[in-house]
Nanobody, 118 residues
Framework: QVQLVESGGGSVQAGESLRLSCEAS????????MGWYHQAPGEERDFVAS???????NYADPAKGRFTISVDAAKNTIYLEMNDLKSEDTGVYYCYYQRIRITDPPYWGQGTQVTVSS
């Protein structure tokens, strides 16, 4: 089992920045990758970014150029630096941990709320 705890959400004005953190604990030895999804109010959960333990990254188009995902493997923690936030970035951000076997369902955190006011 893996437990994920997100933090760093909050309420900001458009154009400001936030850094989200997600710490993994439990059986965290070898994830395939970890990352973030975003769920806007009334919408489905959408992929934002992912990172492997080696640091290879992948971003959804809306995140490119504004968001940066990083990993501190020693702390079992990933981060999402979000800059130039827009009102459409509002929603709950969920951290996920994909197990080494890609067909296994991922673990999910409880989510952290981000609210961007224009």
């Amino acid at each position: 089992q893996v437990q994920l705890v997100e933090s760093g959400g909050g309420s900001v004005q458009a154009g400001e920045s936030l850094r989200l953190s997600c710490e993994a604990s439990g059986s965290t030895s070898k994830p395939n990758h970890m990352g973030w999804y975003h769920q806007a109010p009334g919408e489905e959960r959408d992929f934002v970014a992912s990172i492997t333990r080696a640091g290879a990254t992948n971003y959804a188009d809306p995140a490119k150029g504004r968001f940066t995902i990083s990993v501190d493997a020693a702390k079992n923690t990933i981060y999402l630096e979000m800059n130039d936030l827009k009102s459409e970035d509002t929603g709950v951000y969920y951290c996920y941990y994909q197990r080494i076997r890609i067909t296994d369902p991922p673990y999910w955190g409880q989510g952290t709320q981000v609210t961007v006011s224009s």
